[in-house]
């Protein structure tokens, strides 16, 4: 088997387009508009890729849109420098080719409203990203009333279209089951890796003149440098950018070339140890679309001569033996596609899924009967953000966060799982995570921002006993345990909390502000 490469508006799988309004194409219309605004990256990307099918067919000249709003609620210099690198990737990657790339960073809240509408009433057709988080499925609903010609949304998220999963699955291992049931011929469907490569298009030389005067695009040099225009946006400032974690199409495929060579080979075993530290770090490439699931299957296969042709291919549920590649990379796979996917085919599933109501029946109960039970501590949003609790393990991890806009894997766990033991109640604690994860972690506000934190919280999860205090049967997690089974020392110095803000003792008894 190999790989189908089809060309026509067909290229694209008719389960990964979404036509978002009734309205019709516009063949005479000035160009074909791709509105980019989560799939940021200019190859093995199904949007694009749809777009360029439509500039073909029709015959006119392609608009990327790549926009960039200031007024969402965890904007902050360290998302927008994070995002600015990758439009300043993309403005360089689009110059090569017979497109116009119109990078538009939104200066004060809300002045991008019209920018969609206007452009839209000179173009043929929109086609934008289908992101099943945050406030982008609602920005594209708005949009699609707005918008006078068709406006479709593509799904480019993962290797299983969105729509493809039956169910939202409530375990990891029911997914897994079906995935291995139906995963393998979606894989045969792959996006191109650059779909504009010998591809003629009449060029379109500028934005119309009022439009651009409206709203002008920032400058390439602006994008690549940006401390500058970050000062003058309106955003959180208080989130620095992440120094050494530039964001970007081209820094994720280095990120992904280093992984291959230097953690793959010892994911498997040492994924899970923080003084190892060999996961991919990829996830917020992933997030922004720096970089495609496909693009990572590709190199991964490239690495091994793999092809879909080795697929083991009897549906087990086990977590590794199906892709018929060698352990490491089966174990990769298994949080790349099992997991990752679990989380994005929920949400496109479930609009709550952001909310403390989407726990299952039985998380929601444990934790209900188990609501009041005494905290031996209880720590308030901001004791909680400064790292001043009276666990060095805990600050250490929320250190890293507030440094590096990360946390290792198997600490991420622990972190979220003694927010739930020290926060005044569980809801509370669910809105402590998202607070903390979202406004610090780079790959935040994801469809895996809510199952991770709703994970700690007993989603896609089984009840376990002993019942305990404050978890009931939540699966629990103890920091002595973990620092029993990894060695820590090296971890905790590099991400000591800063002198000022350890406490002089624990603050008990407040309730989260
Ligand atoms: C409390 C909590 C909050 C979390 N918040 C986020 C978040 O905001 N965004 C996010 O992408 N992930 C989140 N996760 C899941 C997981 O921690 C990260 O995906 C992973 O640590 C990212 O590091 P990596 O890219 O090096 O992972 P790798 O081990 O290299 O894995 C490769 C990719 O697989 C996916 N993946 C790995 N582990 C998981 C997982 N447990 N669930 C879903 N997908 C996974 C990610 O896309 C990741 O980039 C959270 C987990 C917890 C417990």
Known sequence: MSPEVRIGLDSVPALRVRAENRAAVRPDGAFVLYWMIAHRRPG??????????????LGRPLLVLETLRSDHRWASDRLHAFVLGGMADNAAAFARKPVLHHAYVEPDPGAGRGLLAALGGEACVVVTDEFPAYFLPRMVRAAAERVAVRLESVDANGLLPLRAADQAHSRAYLFRRFLQ?????????RP??????????????????????RWPATAAAELRAPAALLATLP???????????????????ARLAHFLRDGLPRYADERGDPAADVASGLSPYLHFGHVGTHQILDALSARDGWTPARIEGTVTGKSSGWWGMERNAEAFLDELVTWRELGYTCAALRPDHASYASLPEWAKATLAAHAKDARTHVYDLDTFAAARTHDPIWNAAQTQLLREGRIHNYLRMLWGKKVLEWSAS???AAQILIELNDRYALDGRDPN????IYWCLGRFDRPWAPQRPVYGSIRYMSSGNTARKFRLAGYLARYAPAVESRPDRPRQGLLPG
């Open 449 to 452: 921002s809510y199952s991770g």
């Open 426 to 428: 569980p809801e509370h």
């Open 44 to 57: 093995w990307n199904f949007a694009l890729q749809r777009a360029v099918d439509w500039a073909r067919e």
């Open 181 to 189: 049931k139906s995963l393998r011929r979606h894989l045969l469907e």
């Open 192 to 213: 191109l890796p650059d779909p504009l490569a010998g591809v003629r298009l009449p060029r379109l030389a500028r934005v119309p003149e009022a439009l651009r005067r």
């Open 235 to 253: 955003i959180d400032h208080t989130v620095a950018p992440v120094s050494g974690t530039p964001g970007g199409a081209r820094a994720g495929a």
